[in-house]
């Protein structure tokens, strides 16, 4: 069972930036299509970014430009940029690990939350 566990969360004034990591118990950054999620309190839970094995990133209209995913195969670990923050920013984000064939084989982190407000 794959372990996700994400940190870098906190309080940020708006216009502030945040890095968010997520670090993987195993390689899985070759296979797995690795994203951040995030849920809002009342709201579903969203796709921020994503990225793939072939480094092809997806991002959400709402971070276009202010947000940047990464990662580091060599330590298991992704990370989320997040600059130019808003207070619609707000919310717990979630590490994801998707296998791309297998829609099944799916991981989640426990979540850390980011708040953005003055």
């Known amino acids: 069972q794959v372990q996700l566990v994400e940190s870098g969360g906190g309080l940020v004034q708006p216009g502030g930036s945040l890095r968010l990591s997520c670090t993987a118990s195993?390689?899985?950054?070759?296979?797995?299509?690795m994203g951040w999620y995030r849920q809002a309190p009342g709201k579903q839970r969203e796709l921020v970014a994503s990225?793939?094995?072939?480094?092809?990133?997806n991002y959400a209209n709402s971070v276009k430009g202010r947000f940047t995913i990464s990662r580091d195969n060599t330590k298991n670990t992704m990370y989320l940029q997040m600059n130019s923050l808003k207070p619609e920013d707000t919310a717990i984000y979630y590490c994801?690990?998707?296998?791309?064939?297998?829609?099944?084989?799916?991981?989640w982190g426990q979540g850390t939350q980011v708040t953005v407000s003055s």
């Open positions: 990225i793939t094995r072939g480094d092809s990133t």
């Open positions: 195993e390689s899985i950054f070759s296979i797995y299509i």
């Open positions: 994801n690990a998707q296998h791309p064939s297998f829609s099944s084989s799916r991981f």
